[in-house]
């Protein structure tokens, strides 16, 4: 069997977590959220780890080397044999070149670039409807979990509250920024061929099924290449 080297694309909301855990099981390939690797590197306090404990004591960003290098040695051992799915990077057109860079290093490559995509407005319905209790931060929709008394928590009785994050018009805010960074980002892996775009609408049954048929699809290409 061919390597599976993927990048999950898509906004906040999109069910991208999701369908990364589930990708990780129906796959048997290690799923890595970039914040993750990074926080590990520095808690167990490997070169890299400190390098970038520096930048962020400093207040700073650390630099996209500082990542392709953690995310290089996760690729370059035993448990990315056959492949692995990566989540949160890249983020911008230069970070994918210097994943790129590092993937050739290696002599890999990346197989596909999964874009969840969902409509703006599905996204504020799906965030912007979010109640979080403010006594133990339960969390409700208006939509798909209401609570049986609106405005107030099932289980312990306190006051529902929308925190600022799920406010229409600070979601909005981010999905600007999301949009603004990944254009160029998706652009530049459409360029590639490597673009393969997911309807992230449906539900996350009909997104994980077109999701396999995606995979499968590009496997038969692969082995017709060989
Ligand atoms: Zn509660």
Redesign the pocket.
Known sequence: MSELNLVLLGPPGSGKGTQGERLQEDLELPYWATGDILRAAVREGTELGRAAKGYMDRGDLVPDEVIVGMIGQRIDSPEAADGFILDGFPRTAPQAEALAAKLEELVRELTAVLLIDVADEEVVRRLGGRRT??????VFHVEFSPPREEGV??????E?VIRDDDKPEVIRHRLEQYHAKTAPLVEHYDGQGLLRRIDGTSSPESVAEEIRRTLATLRLEADEAI
């Open positions: 209790c403010v006594e133990n931060g339960h928590c099932d289980i312990d009785g306190g529902l």
